[in-house]
């Protein structure tokens, strides 16, 4: 039909890469895989549709897992524990889950940030304070806690957790700061042990 995917002009595409603001598409969620930045974001999603237009057709897209997820057995896997799914009798996720104190997890972050807990589960979305539960998250979610664990333990909604997930995790890989936050408090929690 076009050439190029933003040159169609009823494509979400076009909101996904700001050419088009769109009262249909909520290109936000999408972009927050691809950088911590909206222009980053954008560059790295356009990067992505065209390195997926040259593969061409690949059937194995088109295969869901019970019909609602694609992807992978192994992304699948993250998928579900991601967002709270854990098949029954996984002994290996359980362990996760049991290694997981959140207890320890505050302590080690209020050790080595120096904000107290009640700064951490407060509202405030300074920066650092931010980039400090962010870190915690990922941490968290490493060592098998679900959204709704991290949610209570800094006294945030399970989808802002989620959200928050996500934005870390594209930071990490931007930030050479959010990474060193993240294994500050992974070494921390091995301290602690």
């Known amino acids: 039909m076009t050439r190029r995917a933003q040159d169609f002009r009823y494509s979400s595409h076009r909101a996904y890469l700001g050419l088009d603001e769109s ?3 909520d290109a936000e969620p999408v ?3 691809f950088g911590a ?3 980053l974001a954008r560059e790295r ?5 065209r390195a997926g237009i040259k593969l061409g057709h690949n059937e194995e897209f088109y295969r869901a897992d019970e019909g609602r997820i694609l992807g992978s057995e192994d992304w699948i896997a993250e998928t579900k524990n991601r967002i709270g799914e854990i098949p ?3 002994r290996l996720q359980a362990k996760r889950r049991l290694e997981m104190d959140p207890r320890a997890l505050m302590e080690v972050a209020e050790r080595l940030t120096g904000f107290a807990a009640e700064e951490l589960r407060s509202g405030k979305k300074t920066r650092k304070i931010v980039a400090v539960k962010e870190s915690m998250i990922i941490v968290g ?4 806690a679900s959204n709704a664990d991290m949610a209570k333990l800094l006294s945030l909604d399970a989808s802002v957790v989620s959200r928050r997930y996500e934005l870390g995790k594209a930071k990490i890989a931007d930030s050479q700061e959010a990474r060193r936050l993240v294994k500050r408090l992974r070494a921390g929690l091995e301290q602690a042990r």
């Open 23 to 25: 009262k249909f598409v």
């Open 31 to 33: 972009l927050r895989h």
């Open 37 to 39: 930045t909206k222009k």
């Open 45 to 49: 999603f356009a990067l992505f549709v």
């Open 88 to 90: 029954r009798g996984s």
């Open 141 to 144: 979610r490493e060592l098998g």
